[in-house]
């Protein structure tokens, strides 16, 4: 029996771009890439954990480029686009992963340099890195964007103003960015994750995670990166062509639940 429907669910060969890709969800967002056929250049900052995860894709046959990058730099986020779409002749899908986080008072006097890091970081690097693949992006099938922001970005906690505020601009670009290059065809949307296992909150206490979970969640869990990586392998696939401009939870139902 023939298939009925006609769009395509395969990223197979396509070149996708993660960064912050050493470790959590753009580690898993790496590995599941490569199990679903695409080559990916993997980014990050900490060149020792990247080379792990580049050693973990190779030993499954994974076509693979690390490339060690700060993405607080602008020059050093522009030349690793650049050095993926020299190495593989172009770029297909470009997932803005990386981030930082810096509990931080208004009244710290790091609070400055901590903001511009923030900034930076998960605000502009994702423009910066969409400005540098944009000629390659025009000339793909299927073009996709995902920029990773946070349940943070819907709402607020106190003594993180800088994540918070970098989190929103990151919905807000993805909303502009989606406007502006819809005409190409290249959709951009975002995904706001909520508390999820990674090196991020590896330091809250296993029982203050269960007792957040179970007051704020719906699944009364923390998610793990993998399940936050199927979403982002969801939106770039070429049938995900009639969504952009969206910012999506994946948080457990932390944020539709009130009691």
Same mark, same amino acid.
């Given at each position: 029996?023939? !298939?009925?429907? &006609? ?6 060969? !396509?070149?996708?771009?993660? &960064? ?12 599941? @890439? ?10 990050? #900052? ?22 060690? +990058?700060?993405?607080?730099? /602008? ?6 686009? !650049?050095?993926?779409?020299?190495? @593989? ?5 470009? $997932?803005? *992963?990386?981030?930082?986080? $810096?509990? &931080? ?5 790091? =609070?400055?340099? &901590?903001w511009d890091k923030s900034i930076a970081v998960m605000a502009s690097a994702q423009q ?7 000629? =390659? ?21 106190? =003594? *993180? ?21 819809? !005409? /190409? ?14 090196? $991020?909150?590896?330091? $809250?206490p296993d029982a203050n995670k269960e007792i957040f979970a179970n007051r704020r969640t ?23 062509? @009639? ?12 944020? #539709?639940?009130? +009691?």
């Amino acid at each position: 029996m023939s !298939k009925l429907s &006609t769009l395509s669910r395969s990223i197979v060969g !396509k070149v996708a771009i993660v &960064t912050g890709a050493a470790s959590g969800m753009g580690r898993a967002t790496a590995h599941l @890439f490569i199990d679903e056929g695409a080559r990916v250049a993997i980014i990050d #900052i900490n060149a020792d954990a990247l080379a792990v995860v580049e050693k973990e894709i190779r030993d499954v046959g994974g076509d693979v480029l690390a490339i060690t +990058a700060d993405c607080s730099e /602008q020059s050093e986020v522009v030349a690793a686009i !650049k050095k993926t779409a020299a190495h @593989f002749g172009g770029i297909d899908i470009l $997932i803005n *992963n990386a981030g930082i986080a $810096i509990p &931080t008072l208004l009244t710290d006097d790091h =609070y400055d340099s &901590t903001w511009d890091k923030s900034i930076a970081v998960m605000a502009s690097a994702q423009q910066w890195a969409v400005r540098a693949a944009l000629p =390659y992006l025009a000339a793909a099938d299927h073009p996709r964007i995902v920029n990773i922001a946070s349940t943070e970005a819907l709402g607020a906690t106190a =003594y *993180n103003s800088p994540y918070v505020a970098a989190k929103h601009a990151s919905v807000g670009l993805t909303r502009a960015m989606a406007v502006e290059l819809g !005409k /190409q065809g290249i959709t951009v949307n975002c995904i706001c994750p909520g508390p999820i296992h990674t090196g $991020i909150t590896a330091g $809250i206490p296993d029982a203050n995670k269960e007792i957040f979970a179970n007051r704020r969640t719906a699944l009364r869990r923390y998610g793990l990166p993998e399940e936050v990586a199927h979403m982002t392998l969801s939106l770039v696939l070429p049938s995900a062509s @009639f969504i952009t401009g969206a910012a999506i939870p994946v948080d457990g139902g932390l944020t #539709i639940r009130n +009691a």
